[in-house]
């Protein structure tokens, strides 16, 4: 069972930035891909980014060139840098894998990002 840890939440103003980061218990470089998803009060979860294993990097429109996914292969991290948030960035966010197509079942506890306006 691999173990997902996520760290590096808090509370910030808008405008301000966090960049939080995803310890797996596996080498990342055996997933086909990580993500960061996230899940805001009364909303279902919804994936924000996505790194391969190639290093191709996706994102949802709304964060689009204000977030980046990374990976440090060495550390076994997958971070992602939030900047210029906003109050609609409000949520719990999860890191997740796929070795296939689907993604894993398995979720951490998630690191909580609150933006104050």
């Known amino acids: 069972q691999v173990r997902l840890m996520e760290s590096g939440g808090g509370l910030v103003q808008t405008g301000e930035s966090l960049r939080l980061s995803c310890t797996a218990s596996?080498?990342?470089?055996?997933?086909?891909?990580m993500g960061w998803f996230r899940q805001a009060p009364g909303k279902q979860r919804e994936i924000v980014a996505v790194?391969?294993?190639?290093?191709?990097?996706s994102y949802v429109d709304v964060v689009k060139g204000r977030f980046t996914i990374s990976r440090d292969t060495a550390k076994n991290t997958v971070d992602l840098q939030m900047d210029n948030l906003a109050a609609g960035d409000k949520a719990i966010y999860y890191c997740?894998?796929?070795?296939?197509?689907?993604?894993?079942?398995?979720w951490g506890q998630g690191t909580r990002v609150t933006v104050s306006t």
């Open positions: 997740n894998y796929r070795t296939g197509a689907e993604w894993s079942d398995s």
């Open positions: 596996t080498p990342i470089d055996t997933f086909a891909a």
């Open positions: 790194i391969t294993r190639g290093g191709f990097t």
